[in-house]
């Protein structure tokens, strides 16, 4: 197909809003709530049974679908159509009205969800959890403040366990909150990092909470939940940084029977400790997501983002030294010491697979991070970083203003990392690039005005990546301010609950039948 310009890209995200819209709950027990997914033939939601009774159920994550809702209001705002605006008002007032708990937070995430049929809440040992989810806490925050307030103040309390050393645990509990939990303690100076502590601090938590502090402060100017998004992000900058390599760590903490220590010990003594070990699971979340939500944080906070600014970069760049293998265009498994991994480095069943330490390709969410901080910094390390990323996924000499399209495989972070490549350079090729890339996610992705992940898939999210990475294609293609439309962040998205599980971020639509006949 020809690349689309800007008309088309937004008639067909106001097509695609339209189908998405006419999904959403009008009666039953739970209306105005949205399926998180529909079925790209019949366009119905799909319907699961319960894994104890065999009851129908039809979930709705309202985590998933953060990415609609900046949709909605990008669209409104670029095209000046009131609908979609109209519609994240609905979904907003819906969720909040229907899936929040007595301590106000929300039943979504990685494990809890609402069933649609029953208007109950369904989920794995009622546990809330966020893992690089980055919900459009703007959106919510300008209809409901007091409930982003009292969602923001829940989920810290819910989720730190000591806020002497900032022990914090991935999973937190419903419930009325206690009435001695005093929200926001006052800062103070915390214990020394990599303690043995209650919880795993990992990084994705970790960052939708900074990420969530952050932004309450910049809404309410409130000092400590500034004061206390600052003390965590430290931690795993900063504070685990090591002293030689730069490289940071994925938790500041641990636990007792250190995995690393009880697998890797033997041969790499001290060295193999959890929060040390940065595999492609953990590297790719903390140099490539929550690179992008710290770099988020430093353009929509202004000077008060600049911390999260120079952190993100001294990741990006000590990452690139220790683990990037420009000739192969791949990443190594490596400590932070910058000792790099291989498969023969395991040596005895546990924790970590040969898998874990094979090489691995630098995939289009890294040029996106890349191109990014190169775009705020201009850092020569990371723009040459990120120029190398590019070729390696066959686009071409981008820093030399000779980009190049592949013929097949556009997806929503390849086109992100062309927008930020024409921002920094302003040349019209590259533009042209985005947009065949855009080509390619209608042709590959879109079926029924919905957009899905792979071919022949049978459920397509309703908060999917790809209409509102468009929607940025578009704004540019019309010649409008990126700050048109929100900013995007790769939020995960997945639900994990009962006998389901399989993996804690594993999600319940890959786990059932899902192709589409021949």
């Known amino acids: 197909m020809a690349s689309p310009d800007a008309a088309e890209l937004f008639a067909c995200l106001h097509r695609h809003v339209e189908t998405v819209r006419r999904a959403t709950r009008r009666d039953g027990p739970v209306p105005g709530l949205l399926p998180d997914a529909l079925d790209v033939v019949s366009l119905t939601p799909p319907e699961w049974a319960h894994p104890d009774d065999g009851r129908t159920l039809i979930l709705s994550n309202f985590a998933n679908q953060q990415d609609l809702l900046r949709l909605l209001d990008g669209l409104s705002a670029a095209t000046g159509a009131a609908e979609p605006a109209a519609f994240s008002r609905e979904l907003i007032l819906a969720n909040v009205e229907h899936a929040s708990d007595d301590s106000g937070l929300l039943h979504w995430g990685g494990h809890r969800a609402i069933d649609l049929v029953s208007g109950s809440p369904f989920g794995m040992e009622d546990f809330h959890e966020l893992k690089a989810h980055y919900p459009d806490y703007e959106a919510l925050h300008a209809l409901r403040p007091a409930a982003t307030r009292g969602f923001i103040t829940a989920f810290w309390q819910r989720h730190v366990l000591d806020w002497d050393q900032l022990d914090l645990n991935r999973h937190g509990s419903f419930g009325a909150p206690p009435a001695s939990l005093a929200p926001w303690p006052q800062p103070r100076r915390l214990a020394p990092v990599f303690f043995v502590g209650r919880g795993l601090s990992f990084i994705n938590t970790g960052s939708d909470l900074f990420y969530a502090a952050a932004l309450l402060a910049r809404f309410t100017g409130e000092e400590r939940p500034r004061l206390w998004a600052h003390a965590l992000a430290r931690r795993y900058a900063e504070e685990t940084r090591h002293p030689e390599t730069g490289l940071g760590g994925y938790q500041f903490s641990r636990i007792e029977g250190d ?260």
């Open 259 to 518: 995995r690393a220590e009880a697998q890797l010990g033997p041969e790499f003594g001290e060295r193999a400790r959890e929060y040390s070990v940065l595999d492609r699971t953990r590297a790719t979340r903390k140099f490539a997501c929550v690179a992008l939500c710290q770099l988020e944080l430093a353009e929509r906070l202004g000077a008060a983002g600049t911390c999260y600014l120079e952190w993100a970069v001294a990741d990006l760049k000590a990452f690139a030294r220790h683990a990037y293998d420009p000739a192969r265009h791949c990443f190594h498994a490596v400590l932070r010491d910058g000792t790099r991994l291989s498969p023969s480095d395991v040596r005895r069943p546990g924790y970590y697979t040969r898998e874990t330490f094979a090489p691995y390709p630098a995939s289009s969410l890294f040029a996106w991070a890349y191109a990014r901080a190169f775009r705020l910094t201009g850092d020569p390390v990371v723009g040459h970083t990120a120029a190398s990323i590019a070729r390696g996924l066959g686009l071409g000499d981008i820093a030399a203003g000779a980009p190049a399209v592949p013929a097949q495989g556009g997806d929503p972070w390849t086109l992100h990392a062309l927008l930020e490549w024409h921002r920094i350079r302003g040349e019209a090729v590259l533009l042209s690039a985005a947009q065949a890339v855009g080509a390619q996610i209608l042709r590959e992705r879109r079926v029924n005005h919905l957009f899905v992940d792979r071919p022949r898939q049978r459920f397509a999210r309703v908060g999917a990546a790809a209409p509102l990475a468009l929607l940025h294609l578009a704004t540019a293609l019309a010649g409008l301010p990126p700050e048109t439309v929100p900013a995007q962040l790769p939020g995960q998205k997945y639900f994990t609950a009962h006998a389901w599980e399989r993996g804690r971020t594993s999600d319940y639509l890959d786990w059932f039948p899902q192709e589409l006949p021949a």
